[in-house]
């Protein structure tokens, strides 16, 4: 059981875009990737996409879709709907979901649930339960092989209050806050979804509070160390370093006043305070170019705050990346940070693809098309296993890096990144 309560909006994709339900297919949103982001924004826990597409080329659109939902979103995703069979769990997760949902109104995915969950671990597994009866019947599957259970319908939670012993998300359509705090009060419900948080994600905020006034466990983001254990400066202000919560690349330095240390926490964007214009500001609203929160610390001293960020577009004004930029000295040195090395070379094979220059083996590889970049691959790999013979470590080292250099070819010929293999290494 999770330690609080969620808040889960949904999205019913339907045609690449997003349905009021799952027999309401009037369109809410033409851009829900758009949506995801704006429930990502409002401190929505989780999100649930369900797929609800009709045929398979339809389904390949709506993982695509997916994707980037995920990507946006800020938040995790549940993946749900139109699984068929262990590779369609294999596809929604592979797609950037944190987890994935059976329908267990298909008896096909009753039958694939100790398969999937063995393979991909229980903990990205849910069961997606139309009728609590569903949960007494497959009590023992469920129990050992699913995390949680997703009651699709606004009936029988009284039922599924009583019989599950699994935490249960129930979905609600338009209730009163009263009806929501008192399910939250259950421990079996571990949170809720459906048409009600749709409807008023802009105030989940303040719904959060409410609960938590009423004794019910959710996630905001309090402080562990409050405003007044810091130590401003003269001004009363505290400086931010700002900080890309993957590259730890250095975006920004800003600075906040206490009104802006605490709409920070609360809203889950960088806000700072102008102290050129003497008013607080949210980093991106006029540029759309956010910084969402991952992690907040401050010094032994408390005087100076680092702040770990998800960086939309630039941070700085100029367009570039980063405002560090205008360089002052530097010596020569040799790159160590692996991740960057790999990208700085996957940049330069980017733009040999794009800007082609003559002699070039990059641009000889992409001309020859997929099956050379393939076969050269094949061959370094067979080098690699050669190489490993021979007691020298050196040549081994000199056939991996033959064989990443053609495995980036491959990569950017396909259109993948290492920020998504990272992620997808990173699941593992």
Not at 309 to 335: L, P, W
């Amino acid at each position: 059981m999770n330690d609080y309560k969620k808040f889960i909006p949904c999205i019913y994709l339907l045609n690449e875009k997003a349905v009021a339900g799952f027999q309401d297919d009037t369109v809410i949103s033409s851009n829900p990737a758009e949506l995801a982001r704006f429930y990502g924004e409002n401190n929505a826990d989780e999100l649930i996409v369900f797929d609800l597409s009709t045929d398979d080329a339809s389904h390949e659109t709506a993982l695509d879709l997916l994707k980037l939902i995920c990507k946006e979103a800020q938040i995790p995703v549940i993946g749900a709907g139109n699984v068929k069979r262990m590779e369609d769990i294999k596809k929604l997760l592979y797609a950037g979901c944190a987890k994935a949902a059976l329908n267990y109104s298909k008896e096909s995915n009753v039958e694939i649930t100790k398969e999937v969950s063995l393979k991909f671990g229980k903990d990205k597994i849910l069961a997606c339960i139309a009728e609590a009866s569903e949960i007494e019947t497959n009590e023992e599957l469920l129990s050992e092989y699913v995390e949680q259970i997703v009651l699709i319908g606004p009936k029988g939670i009284k039922q599924a209050i009583d019989v599950s012993r699994l935490p249960v998300i129930v979905t609600l359509p338009e209730v009163s806050l009263d009806k929501i705090i008192e399910l939250l009060s259950f421990d079996i419900i571990a949170g809720v979804t459906g048409p009600a948080i749709n409807a008023n994600a802009k105030e989940l905020n303040d719904i959060k509070d409410l609960c938590a006034g009423n004794g019910v466990s959710v996630k905001t983001f309090k402080p562990a160390i409050s405003w007044s254990e810091l130590t401003p400066n003269a001004d009363g202000l505290v400086p931010v370093v700002v900080q890309d919560y993957k590259t730890r690349e250095v975006l920004m330095v800003a600075y906040m006043n206490e009104e802006a240390y605490l709409h920070t926490l609360r809203s889950g964007r960088m806000t700072y305070y102008s102290r050129s214009r003497k008013e607080q500001w949210i980093k991106g609203e006029t540029s759309g170019h956010y910084q969402y929160v991952k992690e907040m610390i401050t010094d032994c001293d408390k005087d100076t705050i680092l702040a770990k960020v998800s960086q939309v577009g630039a941070a700085c004004h100029t367009g570039n990346y980063s405002c560090f930029f205008n360089g002052i000295m530097k010596k020569e040195y040799d790159e160590t940070n692996p991740l960057m090395v790999f990208e700085s070379v996957l940049g330069v094979i980017k733009d040999r693809k794009v800007h082609p220059k003559e002699g070039s083996y990059t641009n000889y590889l992409f001309d020859k098309g997929i099956d050379k970049i393939l076969k050269k691959l094949g061959e370094e790999a067979t080098e690699i296993v050669i190489a490993s013979k021979n007691p020298n470590a050196n040549e081994i080292k000199y056939e991996i890096a033959d064989f990443l250099y053609h495995m980036m070819v491959l990569m950017v010929e396909k259109g993948v990144t290492w920020e998504e293999i990272t992620e997808e290494l990173d699941k593992r």
